[in-house]
Structure formats: structure tokens, C-alpha cells
């Protein structure tokens, strides 16, 4: 069967046991393919079960999931890191690659962007979402960190393009801070 659109959304849920369960039912409301969670809610280190009998995939450290929603799209496990994991879709006779990273506020970045560097961004659709936990004028900060400005030549050198849009306001608010951390970067094939 064809399919004609990808729909999906990315939510930073911050261990939260509601957010984590309600994007459940966000995603079958709206009828989407995947989600894409970063810093999901844990029970014993394992997420929560999807009653909708969809394929989860997620990195080493459990700190990101890709739910599939679409039982009859080809999907396929493609590798895990600690940070990342990656599935290939099959679309409208294309490749088009789900990156779902989270990166701890302590770890370090160079790890992340090594487990990245070994994957050529320039021969398919990809899909790069994540907490990067780092600061860049670029997406939206009022200045750069060392993380930022890192994650910011990584993106300039791998065929990536920053999708977030400053205007819709900020990625993360809490009482205590507002911020930009979650990112969305796409390429396209050359």
C-alpha cells in the first residue's frame, strides 16, 4: 500500500508519567505514524507499554523511543547507540531515516556526534530529532555553549537543515528555566 505523507511528532515528555501515556492517545486522535520521544517516563528502567500493539525501537540508555504506529509501513531496525537510534522507512519507493537522540545535560557531546559521524546524511531522507541539551544562537538561544557550537559544525558539515522556528517560542519551559534544547534537523538527498 502507498502512502503519500509521514506524520508524526517529536515530545521531550521529562519523565513525565502523564505526557508519556497521553502522546498515546495524541497519536491515535490524529492518526500519526511515529513518535518520537526524548527523556521518556521509566518504570525500572524500561517505558511504559503502548496498548496500540505499535514497534518501539531506542537507544542503549533508554533515554529516546521511536514508536511506529503504521503496522503496514516497512520499517526497519537500522543501529542503536547509547545516544541514538535509528529505523529506515520505506516510503514512495524512498529511504527515509528516523535519528531519535537524547543527550544528557553532563555527557559529552563529541560522544553523540561521533555516534552520528559515521552515517552519510547526504544519500537519503533523514530525520534527525533530539534533546541536545546544548545552547546555539542558531535555534533560538541568546548565545552559544561549547555544546552548541559543536552540534552547530556538526550540522553545517552533515547536509542538515535546523527545522524549529524560533517564533513558535521555546522547546522546554518549566518554573525554573525556558529553553531550546529540542531539536528537529532534516536532509535531503543530493
Not at 46 to 54: H, L, T, V
Not at 89 to 92: A, E, K, T, V
Not at 162 to 171: D, K, L
Not at 173 to 179: F, I, K
Given at each position: 500500500?502507498g502512502?503519500?505523507t509521514?506524520r508524526g ?5 521529562n ?10 492517545q ?14 521518556p517516563?521509566?518504570?525500572?528502567g ?9 514497534k518501539?525501537f531506542?537507544?542503549r ?14 520499517v526497519?531496525?537500522?543501529f542503536?547507540?547509547t ?5 529506515e522507512?520505506?516510503?514512495?519507493n524512498?529511504?527515509f ?11 559529552n557531546?563529541e560522544?553523540l ?8 546524511f ?14 546555539s544562537r ?5 548565545s ?17 537543515h ?10 522546554f ?7 531550546f534544547?529540542d ?8
Open positions: 500500500m502512502f503519500n509521514i511528532i517529536q515530545i521531550n515528555v519523565h513525565c508519567k502523564a505526557a508519556h501515556s497521553g502522546v498515546f495524541v497519536s491515535r486522535d490524529l492518526e500519526l505514524d511515529f513518535i518520537a520521544i526524548q527523556d517516563y521509566l518504570i525500572n524500561e517505558p511504559p507499554k503502548s496498548n496500540f500493539g505499535c518501539a531506542s537507544p540508555d533508554k533515554r529516546a523511543i521511536t514508536y511506529i504506529f503504521k503496522k503496514n509501513l516497512n526497519f531496525y537500522k542503536n547507540t545516544h541514538t537510534v535509528a529505523v522507512l520505506h516510503f514512495n524512498m529511504l531515516n528516523i535519528f531519535n537522540c537524547y543527550l544528557p545535560p553532563h555527557d557531546i560522544d556526534i561521533g555516534e552520528l559521524r559515521d552515517f552519510n547526504y544519500n537519503s531522507f533523514n530525520l534527525l530529532v533530539s534533546d541536545f541539551n546544548c545552547k542558531s535555534w533560538g538561544y541568546d552559544d555553549n561549547f555544546r552548541g557550537r559543536k552540534l552547530t559544525e556538526f550540522i553545517a558539515a552533515s547536509n542538515l535546523i527545522c524549529n522556528i524560533t517564533e513558535y517560542g521555546p522547546t519551559q518549566s518554573t525554573t528555566n525556558v529553553g534544547p531539536l528537529t534537523l532534516l536532509s535531503l538527498p543530493v
